[in-house]
Each structure stands twice: as C-alpha cells, then as structure tokens.
C-alpha cells in the first residue's frame, strides 16, 4: 500500500497535532456590514426595529413603553438625517451613527428632569443595538478538532475558534511572523506555513507536525496514522510567581501578552500580570469600534481578573496588514504608513470611543494604555489631549473614570534612537516584531527569512534605547521576548521586564534563573 504523503513546510507554531480537514474557501464578496453606506445603515435599523418588536410580544406593560419609545426613535426621520448628514461630511457610515446617538445621549443626560436623564440609557442601547446589526454575521466557524487548511487565517477567525479540543493549521501560503501565527504560538496551536497548494477534501485525515515543518496526508486512500498528542508544559505556570531573579540576584518582571478575551479567564493574578493586551484582536470590525461599551466590558474584564497586577492595553493598532472591517476604502489604509497612532490621530472618531472605555476601564484596576506605531513626540501629546477631552467629557456625565499613564509601543526605528525626546511617554515597551522589520528593510511575509540576521542590529539599537529611558518603566512585549535565544543579549541591554505568550512563560523563566544580569550564565550552568 502507499505510504502517507508527507509535504514539507514551515513551522510557524511547534506542536503535533491530527484530525479531519477543514478547507477554508475565502469569500469574494464582503462580510455583511463592512460596505454599503446609508442602505447598510437603513438595513441595521430595521433589523434592531424587527428585534425590538419581536421583544415587545409578550412584555409586561412598562417593558412595552421602553420598547415603543426605541421603535419610535428609531424610525425618527431626523435621526437618520443627522447621520446623512454626517455621512456627506465623509464620515463612516458608523461612527455617523455613533455621533448622532452620541449627541442625543448628551442632551438627555444634561436635563433637568430625571425621567429624561433616564432615557439616555434607552438611546444608549438602540445605539449599541444598530451597532450589532452593521457588524453583520460573523465568519461560521469551523469543527473542533479539525486542522485548518487554506491559503491564509484571519485572526478574527482564528479567536473565534475554539481550540481547547485540538486541532492545528497548514497554510498554502502565511507568514511566521503574520498574527495568526503570533495567536496560534501564544495558545499553542500547532502550525505550518508555506505548504504550497495540495489537494484535500474536508474530513480527509490530515496531520501537521509544527516541530518538523510538515503535512502529512492520506495516500492512495491509505489513512494516516494517528499523531502524538503534543506535550504538555514542563513547568506548572500556576505555582509560579512573576517575580523572580537572575542568578545573581537582579529582580525580573515576567508578564504575558494576551491576544484574545479568551485568555482572559486564565490570568491568575497570583502570578503575573498584563505586559500587553492587544485590543485589536478584539475589535473585529468598525461596529465594534465604535461600540464603547463593548469595548469596556472586554477592558472591565481582563482589569478584574488580574486583580492588583498591573495590565498595559495597547490602543488599536489598525492599518496595514491588519485592517478592519468596515474601514477598507479609507485612503492609504493599505500603506505601511497610515496605521496605529497614525490613523487613531486622522480617525479620531475611533480613538475617542477607544479612550473613553478606557478611561472608565481605568476604575477597575491597575490600567496604562500604551499607544501603538509612535514616531514622533507630537502624537503622544495630540493623543495625551484626545484623552483629557474625553475625561472631561466622561465628567460632566458623571460617569466614573481615571486617567492611566500613557505610554508608548517603540517599534519605529527613529523613535527608538530618540526616546530622550519622548518626555510625556510614561513608559516605554519594545515591540521587536516591527522593529526587525523595518531594520532589515522587510515585508511582513519575509521578516521571518531575516530574523535571525537582523538580531545583531535589534540588540545593538535596543542597548542604545534603553540609555536614553531616563528611568522610565521599560519592557519588551515582542516574539523577542520569547525567544531564550536572545535572552542573553536582552538582559546585557538592560531589560529587565519581558512580556510574552503565555506558553512561553516556563521556558524563559527558566532561562533567567541560569543567567546573570549581564547576559552571562551562571557559574556550574
């Protein structure tokens, strides 16, 4: 009988994993919501009207007034002509919406009677309600279990899957360094990248070794043998504090990076705290980014659930090679340079829904905010004022918040040669993803071929940067961080605070306990 066919690849997550294939079709057409203008918008009305008298069969009488009183402003023909007329003005079909019910909220709650304040919360849900309806239907998912197989993932899908049932992906194409590849090794899913294009069906046995780099599949309708399951951790991460020392006594932070609000529920805040949170893999369309109390909810959350450890959350870092839905013919957004603090500052509808959920996330625990792409000083003051307006806002509604210490992702070549320059960053965080790409002057699909040539340079700049922190907080949250081989040239530069994936915790604990603070390993190691 003929043997499996193995295919050679990539590894971009280690592990072993088999099951039945899914293969992924990309759709063509866009997903509800993301297009459409104003009929997109009158459709979502609809809809939430639809909902709404759908709740109101059956309801008691005063739920019925609450929802005839939604209905009515609902089909309020000035309502929609304000978001018109937003929407002449090129404004986004959303955030016209969100501004209209925005400024309606604002005059109710500065009434004079409280029935009227009260009704600002009735326009705050048909606001959030209609937001819902324009983020359309999400992607169905797919089996547990199944191994993905496509041309690529998007990381909406990826978070949205559950992978506590195993399973594991194979990409014809990808990256090791794209952001489903980041996910997949932070939960420790199994994945190969590169495979080329080869033939499968779905539910046709499929094993993909992340260790090796390869696909296994059936031949001449031989089945494959079952994989090894991977191997657990080796070190119980929950018995473990987040403050250690090297071997000659330096005091180590050692917090994780957390990408999806799944994570979230595995934060013992015994352990460790929140070095990074990136809020982009939780806004998976332009709805959710203009929904505040969605986006508070996600921040009240991981806040709760780490107690008294501190928690950075990282403001959208859209744009790029990570757009958003909804947000695809803005001009530009395609380009390496309109992204992350760049478009918060030309979309400041976006940023100001952002800093307002996290302003009043602040309340519930120990919150800074880090923003995202800086190159220059001025954006951290433009954004730093964006974030006083808010809380000023939020003020005269007497609704609680506070304002966390605003710090800055270095990323950017020039800002990282020039961060005595930066005085209003509270702190400073190296994301050394970006950073190796725009040293070696790469692509995203390539960095992973340069990587390792470029660490040289990254260490180089890094030991130079830290010099200029002037004893401001300084942290690393990138796949550098991750990695015990560079841990030696980390520490000789000076860092002392590693952020990284949750499943790389034990392996750089480790690492740092055999080694002193200049890099060098201790004596008998």
Same mark, same amino acid.
């Given at each position: ?298 921040? #009240?959350?991981?806040? &709760?659930?780490? +107690?008294? %450890?501190?928690?950075?959350? !990282? @403001?959208?870092? /859209? *744009? ?67 974030? #006083?307006?808010?809380? &000023?806002?939020? +003020?005269? %509604?007497?609704?609680?918040? !506070? @304002?966390?210490? /605003? *710090? ?118």
């Amino acid at each position: 009988m003929a043997a499996p066919l193995r295919l050679t690849a990539k590894s971009a997550s280690p592990g072993i994993a088999s099951g039945p294939a899914f293969v992924a079709e990309r759709p063509d057409a866009p997903a509800p919501g993301t297009a459409g203008g104003y009929a997109a918008l009158e459709k979502a009305i609809d809809i939430s009207i639809g909902e709404l008298e759908r709740l109101a069969d059956g309801a008691d009488a005063e739920s019925r007034d609450i929802i005839d009183f939604q209905i009515e402003v609902l089909r309020d023909p000035t309502i929609a002509e304000a978001t018109g007329a937003r929407m002449e003005a090129d404004e986004n079909v959303v955030f016209a919406w969100v501004a209209t019910l925005d400024a309606y909220i604002g005059e109710l709650e500065a009434a004079d009677e409280e029935q009227m304040r009260a009704r600002a919360v009735d326009i705050l849900d048909i606001k959030n309600r209609v937001l819902g309806a324009l983020a359309g239907t999400p992607v169905a998912d797919f089996p547990p279990g199944s191994i993905f197989v496509g041309k690529d993932m998007e990381p909406s899908r990826f978070l949205a899957h559950d992978w506590s049932k195993g399973g594991g992906i194979a990409l014809f194409a990808g990256s090791t360094a794209g952001h489903v590849a980041l996910l997949a090794r932070a939960k420790s899913v199994p994945m190969v990248i590169g495979t080329g294009r080869f033939s499968a069906a779905d539910g046709d046995p499929v094993g993909v070794d992340g260790d090796a780099g390869a696909v296994v599949l059936k031949a001449g309708g031989m089945l494959i043998s079952p994989l090894a399951p991977a191997q657990a951790p080796t070190a119980d991460t929950q018995n473990e504090s987040s403050e250690l020392r090297t071997a000659d006594g330096v005091p180590v932070l050692l917090s994780i990076n957390i990408n999806d609000p799944a994570e979230i529920d595995a934060l013992d805040p015994a352990t460790t705290g929140v070095g990074l949170m990136r809020s982009e893999f939780s806004v998976t369309s332009i709805a959710d980014a203009a929904n505040e109390e969605r986006q508070l909810a996600i921040y #009240r959350r991981v806040l &709760e659930q780490a +107690g008294d %450890r501190p928690v950075i959350i !990282r @403001m959208l870092d /859209i *744009g790029g090679d990570k757009p958003l839905a909804g947000l695809e013919d803005l001009p530009g957004l395609s380009a390496s340079g309109l992204r992350g603090i760049r478009l918060l500052l030309a979309r400041p509808e976006i940023a100001r829904v952002q800093a307002r959920a996290l302003l009043r996330a602040a309340v519930f625990g120990r919150l800074s905010v880090m923003l995202p792409m800086v190159t220059f000083p001025d954006e951290i003051d433009r954004m730093r004022e964006l974030f #006083r307006e808010e809380a &000023e806002k939020l +003020g005269r %509604r007497s609704l609680l918040h !506070r @304002m966390p210490p /605003i *710090g800055m992702m270095v990323e950017v070549p020039a800002a990282a040669l020039m961060l005595d320059t930066f005085g209003s960053a509270a702190f400073f965080s190296f994301g050394t993803n970006d950073l190796t790409q725009y040293l070696a002057a790469s692509s995203r699909d390539d960095i992973e071929a340069d990587a390792g040539n470029a660490a040289p340079a990254v260490l180089r700049l890094l030991a130079q940067a830290v010099k200029l922190t002037a004893g401001k907080p300084v942290s690393i949250c990138g796949d550098m961080a991750g990695n015990p081989h560079y841990l030696p040239g980390l520490l000789a530069a000076g860092l002392r605070h590693f952020s990284v994936a949750p499943a790389r915790r034990p392996a750089i604990r480790s690492a740092i306990i055999g080694l002193n603070a200049d890099g060098t390993k201790a004596a008998g190691e």
